[in-house]
């Protein structure tokens, strides 16, 4: 039960990882439209509650043609490999994701059904204020 960067501090780490990826990835004028964050409860492995939390942060790519949609994953694949990120999945050409993993962060791309790009990152679990508290 060790101490943790805190949850604010986790979400503000996965959103600048984001930020930096898509910065290299996306042509000049794209933006960045947020989605609500996804908090998770973290378990331990028979799936009892740690008292831990993760949260998702995650943001539709808006600003760039769908058309170049494969450029932009195997470009983000390249700089996850150029930035210490380990491939975790990629689903391609039949779905359209992958993820990469660094320092407990799993980071994804993923295209929807209309083809419109969505990137996020979920971080490790933490202690919600970065000390461990009890739990049942």
Same mark, same amino acid.
């Given at each position: ?20 990826a898509a910065a290299a990835v996306f042509p000049a004028g794209f933006t960045l ?7 998770? %409860?973290?378990? !331990? ?44 999945? !990629? %689903?391609?050409?039949? !779905?359209?994701?992958? %993820? ?11 295209? %929807?059904? !209309? ?7 979920t971080t490790p679990c933490v202690w919600r204020n970065g000390t461990p508290t009890a739990h049942p």
């Amino acid at each position: 039960m060790e101490p943790t960067t805190s949850l604010a501090q986790a979400q503000t780490s996965a959103t600048d990882q984001v930020r930096e990826a898509a910065a290299a990835v996306f042509p000049a004028g794209f933006t960045l439209e947020a989605l609500p964050p996804q908090p998770l %409860n973290c378990t !331990d492995s028979s799936g009892k509650p740690t008292g831990q939390v993760q949260l998702g942060v995650g943001f539709w790519v808006n600003g760039i043609p769908a058309a170049q949609n494969g450029t932009y994953f195997d470009t983000l694949k390249a700089w996850w490999s150029s930035h210490g990120w380990v491939l975790d999945a !990629d %689903n391609r050409p039949g !779905d359209m994701f992958m %993820n990469a993993r660094r320092d407990g962060y799993l980071m994804s791309l993923q295209a %929807n059904v !209309d083809n419109r790009l969505a990137i996020g990152n979920t971080t490790p679990c933490v202690w919600r204020n970065g000390t461990p508290t009890a739990h049942p």
